[in-house]
């Protein structure tokens, strides 16, 4: 046998190593086969697992993870959750999971707490593993495949964002990108900041407008241990809510005076509530003049995706913030801060090889393939188109007023035609507003509405409902427009917020989507038209007819003004009868609870509008709700009125058939006493005494129909009768039991008390019965002898022919 060539030898080692690879390659392709696999099948479970109310997963599984976080939090002052001794398989760790999350409080009509996965954003998710996978990679190659992953990224996304030769970094929230901006500017200003630490920073200064939250800017002057002094709020136009530049040139010199240095200026695009876009240009400029770091954050950053044209945003501002995963509706995507690269090379390259974690960008790198770049572009061109058509609908309705900046409030340019144009940064967010904040305010239409109706006699509402004297029930009508609006339109993400100026308003701002959620569509837009016209017109109409109602209500003797200050509705009054209001005492405080109450019972069953309320003083009222244009209060208050006196006297026949009863036992008790001691006296004592009394009885028996009478009470003639009629000839029963002849009447009974004269009733009794008619309605005191010897009376031997509840009594 020859010995082999060298050639061959090095054929044979390169097919070796090839085989060696193959095998490795082989062995990572199924590493992350199978662990997207199991993530999709975790992922599939957990989407599947629907809601449960408390009770039922209480009992379902009494030791599972829910209940035993449950039981730690309450006796967490009194023992520590001990981890439990022997092992448990992956599948009942994941339906504990499972139960946790089907563990639900609230009312929420979802059947399933996690909303719907599609193709990207479960990619995005498997890719949150995949990160947790591959960190386990050599040392050497995990900084070869993260700086691929994360240059990708960074190149994709400076492209679609127009900032050329950009470094950045991935952050899991604005605070944290935020923190970053300012070592940057830090940095950038003061070199040897990251030798020296706080020493080499001379009193430093931040600038951001008042519009904006300065929670970010805390955050992180707390973290780098800066004064929170060095934040400085500048004041804004009044006329477009921007930053004030001339207030802000004035402070910086004013700062520069006080030893201080100015390092960065925030601007604020579209990042407050109402979508105010500070002017870039002029910032830059400001900033070149005093070597300050520019730095733009805001949901009006996104819509530089959608230009076409040539020019780079990268030439105007040092940094700037993406929020993709709140702009396309993908899980937890990082927050990207993309900056100018920093000319210190080594210090820089350092600082931002500690700060960021690079691999976070994994999930940006697989959701930007999976969408690609038109599919971004497009979706969020639809979100401003959205924002374009709401502010249209909602200027265009009568009685909304639009809070938030106009798109093209200064140029009136729309967004498709400039998008092909070169980029101009003023002028395309000027165009695109990413927000619309609106509110109800009817104050201007109600004077021209009274005009058209030539109502001369009602109050005069311009003045009586001008939103400057009425904020708060223009805040609670506002709110009640907006919970309408979130339960109609639950895709459109509607939120009721708090301005500073005008009170409550509604927010829509299609950039802030959660999981798997998209803009609305033409037909949910039209919709929306035709709801919102729809309820603002029944706003319109409550404030039109609350001045008519409230001088109606002031004039009536019976009725009160009740003030209620979280009832959105045209107000509430309480039913009080003439000469109450001079003896409200607790008793009669709660008489007059008791009858709104049933008042209001009444009135429900003639119209919904009305319902329950409570005043601050504690007594109940009626509340009247929303009303239409039709509507007409003069005859609502009138019904109020009338069915309350019905109301009232109701209760007060029943007041008087109680006194009656009451009054009847009295009697029928005083009668048995009278004849229990009368029959005592005439029988003689011996007859009552025990064992003598029955060998006396057996010696001389007493005579028959001796005995003490029970009573009833006979409600027709208002009198307490004896009741041998009844027991004789079966009175109060009815059929063939009767012992009477049909042309035949009961005698008089023995006994007859009257009781009419002690009672409050001032006509005949037999006219307080309501559909009374002419017979023998009794309600009998059945007492026997033990009973009369007691002479105690239960009211519940009480029997009514006519149903009379004796509780009432």
Known sequence: MSDMSDEDTNVI??????????????????GLAELELKTSQVLQRLESVKATPMAVNTIASPHSLANTTADTA?????????????????????????????????????????????DVSHLALISHSIVAYLSHLDRSQLKRITA??????????????????????????????????????????????????????????????????????QYACRQLGIPLDAIRLISTNNTFGTMDLSVLQKQIQVDLAGQRTPLLV??????????????????????????????????????VACSQGPGLISSVVDSLILNLGSWLGLPSLPTVLMHRQQKNDVSAVEFDHILSKRLNSLALWTSLQALGRDSISGRI???????????????????????????????????????????????????????????????????????????????????????????????????????ILQRDFPNFNFEVVEHATHGNCIRYCPLEL???????????IEQFAENLESHVDILRATIKHKATFID?????????????????????????????????????????????????EALKTTDNAFSLGEGSDGLICVRFGMVTHETDVEELLDLVVSVGKNVQENSRVLDTMSEIVKKGIETAIADLRR?????????????HVPVVGRMFNWWSPPPKETGVKGRSLNLTQGVVESTENIYKYHMQMSGPVNQLPPNKSPPTPIVQTSIISSTPSSSSVSSLLPGNKKGYVTTSVAVDEATADNADIDNSAISNNNNYDSSNA
């Open 552 to 600: 109606l209500v002031e004039k009536n003797g019976v009725l009160r003004l009740v003030n209620l200050p979280e009832w959105a509705g045209m107000g509430g009054v309480r039913f009080v009868p003439e000469g109450w209001e001079t003896l409200l005492t607790d008793q009669a405080k709660t008489e007059l609870n008791k009858l709104n109450m049933n008042l209001v």
């Open 514 to 524: 959660r999981l798997g959620e998209q803009p609305p569509t033409a037909e949910n």
């Open 148 to 217: 691929r992953i994360a240059g990708d990224t960074t190149h994709w996304l400076g492209a679609l964002f127009r900032f050329v030769d950009a470094s950045s970094s991935f952050h899991n929230d604005n605070t944290e990108a935020t923190l970053r901006t300012v070592r940057l500017a830090i940095i950038a200003r003061c070199p040897g900041y990251l030798e020296g630490g706080i020493p080499a920073l001379a009193h430093p200064c931040f600038y951001i407008s008042e519009n904006t939250t300065p929670i970010r800017l």
């Open 266 to 303: 925030v601007a604020d695009i579209g990042d407050s509530l109402y979508g105010y876009v500070d002017n870039l240009i002029r910032m830059r400029d400001i900033c070149d003049t005093y070597n300050m770091w520019l730095h733009a954050t805001g949901h009006g950053l996104a819509s």
């Open 13 to 30: 080692d390169d097919k070796k190593e090839a085989r060696v690879n193959e095998i490795a390659a082989s062995s990572i392709r199924s």
């Open 381 to 483: 061109h639809v979100a401003f188109q959205t924002c374009s058509i709401l502010f249209e609908i909602t200027s265009k309705c009568e009685g909304v007023r639009v809070v938030s900046r106009a798109p093209g409030a200064q140029s009136s340019t729309p967004l498709t035609e400039i998008i092909n144009k070169p980029l101009d940064i003023n002028l395309l967010f000027d165009v695109v507003s990413p927000v619309v904040v609106f509110q109800f305010d009817g104050s201007v239409n109600i004077s021209t509405a009274m005009t058209s109706e030539n109502d001369t006699k009602g109050p005069d509402l311009t003045k009586t409902f001008e939103k400057n004297n009425n904020a708060s029930y223009f805040d609670r009508l506002n709110s009640w427009l907006g919970q």
């Open 74 to 118: 309450v006796n967490s002052d009194k023992v520590l959750a001990v981890l439990h001794g022997d092992r448990k398989a992956p599948s009942e760790i994941l339906k504990s999971l499972e139960l946790l999350i089907s563990y639900t409080e609230s009312d929420d009509d979802s059947e399933f707490p996690l909303p719907a996965l599609d």
């Open 675 to 687: 004849e229990t001691e009368e029959k005592l006296w005439q029988e003689g004592i011996l007859r």
